[in-house]
């Protein structure tokens, strides 16, 4: 074990990224970083990590912010109830512990939005306490290196490998463990093409011994994916465009689009016309349809959302439509809200 403890360890110092957050950790950046690297990669929440303790230094700063300034930071990152949890967490941390993170893996667990991993990234990285970090990176490491052919993402495979990365945990130097068998999964032990002929662990790795690497690890099939269709009404007027904002508990909860008709498969813009909903929203007024965008596909973890965007333009306001979540935004107003990656895309197109 010490052998495998100190080999990983000499890799990390020889191997391991220049990241802000491994400077001098402390539980806001760890706490942070972790929650903005979670389905990110890196090069591309690296900015967003560096902009958010630019504009918010410490957890009482973030959680003196509004939720929609928090949106608005986090847009583009996706999986937007990260950045909801990551604010209430904020709130928790302050009224709860006087803007400190307990030192304590299980009163970590207790703040929103923080489960094993980051509790443990937390409690090890900026703490020192012994507690094992999985993450993906460490699911495939642990798989090819004991040839483990459990699915890593049943209730059997997540318990099994959490056992054995706790038992392969150097209590000595928990925090330091922790990102280096990470950071060799992401570096070196990679999804493909990873470096087995220059691997340190070559001689104790039985998926290469038995060259099974390539199957290792093993993940049951994903949940099916669905298809929405979205006809999105931009609707402008001297001006401004309508905006809605998104209360429900759907997608984008508390993030900007479009009003928008939803239906079952794609409709012609004739079809969407000629639907009680337009004909409800528009009042009877007269209107004008400039432009209709080509079908954009925005791809979610479990649906795909195929959209177009229907360019409709009013000489007068609607009358019934004001309220708190349908409502007249200037157009040179809209950088200001929060919005999905998606009305980002047609915007910028």
Same mark, same amino acid.
């Given at each position: ?12 110092? /020889? ?7 491994? =400077? ?8 942070? +970083? ?17 902009? &958010?303790? /630019?504009?918010?230094? !410490?957890?009482?700063?973030? #959680? =003196? ?26 709130? =928790? ?30 409690? +090890? ?6 507690? #094992? ?28 490998? #959490? ?27 990679? $999804? ?7 691997? $340190? ?28 269709? &979205? ?26 689009? &479009? ?19 337009? =004909? ?9 349809? !400039?432009?209709?965008? $080509? ?5 979610? !973890? ?13 000489? /007068? ?5 004001? !309220? ?26």
């Amino acid at each position: 074990m010490d052998i495998l403890h100190d080999t990983l360890i000499n890799w990390y110092a /020889e191997n391991r990224r220049d990241l802000p957050w491994r =400077q001098q950790p402390t539980p806001y950046q760890v706490w942070l +970083s972790e929650v903005i690297l979670q389905q990110t990669r890196v090069n591309q929440g690296m900015d967003y990590y560096l902009r &958010f303790v /630019e504009r918010w230094p !410490t957890v009482t700063d973030l #959680a =003196q912010a509004s939720e929609e300034e928090v949106l608005k930071m986090w847009q583009g990152l996706g999986y937007y109830s990260r950045a909801r949890n990551l604010h209430h967490c904020a709130q =928790q941390v302050v009224k709860d512990y006087g803007g400190e993170f307990p030192a304590d893996f299980e009163k970590l667990k207790q703040l929103k939005g923080i489960g094993n991993y980051t509790a443990a990234a937390i409690a +090890s990285i900026a703490f020192d306490l012994p507690h #094992a970090v999985v993450d993906g990176n460490v699911y495939r490491v642990l798989a090819r290196l004991y040839d483990i052919d459990t699915p890593i993402n049943n209730n059997e495979g997540q318990t099994l490998f #959490a056992h054995l990365a706790d038992e392969l945990l150097n209590r000595e130097q928990p925090g330091l463990h922790n990102q280096a068998m990470m950071e060799f999964g992401a570096l070196h032990c990679t $999804p493909k093409n990873p470096n087995c002929m220059l691997c $340190p662990f070559q001689a104790q790795c039985l998926a290469f011994e038995h060259q099974t690497v390539m199957q290792r690890p093993v993940k049951l099939a994903k949940t099916k994916v669905t298809t929405r269709y &979205f006809n999105y009404l931009v609707i402008s007027v001297k001006g401004s465009i309508y905006l809605h904002k998104r209360n429900d508990n759907d997608i984008w909860k508390n993030l900007y689009d &479009f009003p928008c008709i939803e239906s079952d498969a794609a409709m012609t813009v004739d079809e969407v016309v000629a639907t009680e909903q337009f =004909q409800r929203l528009i009042e009877g007024k007269p209107f004008a349809i !400039t432009k209709v965008s $080509p079908v954009f596909t925005h791809k979610l !973890t479990h649906r795909t959302i195929l959209a177009q965007f229907i360019e409709i333009k009013l000489d /007068e306001e609607l009358l019934h439509i004001q !309220t708190k979540d349908l409502f007249l935004a200037r157009e040179s107003d809209l950088g200001n809200y929060p919005i999905p990656r998606l009305i980002d895309l047609y915007l910028n197109t």
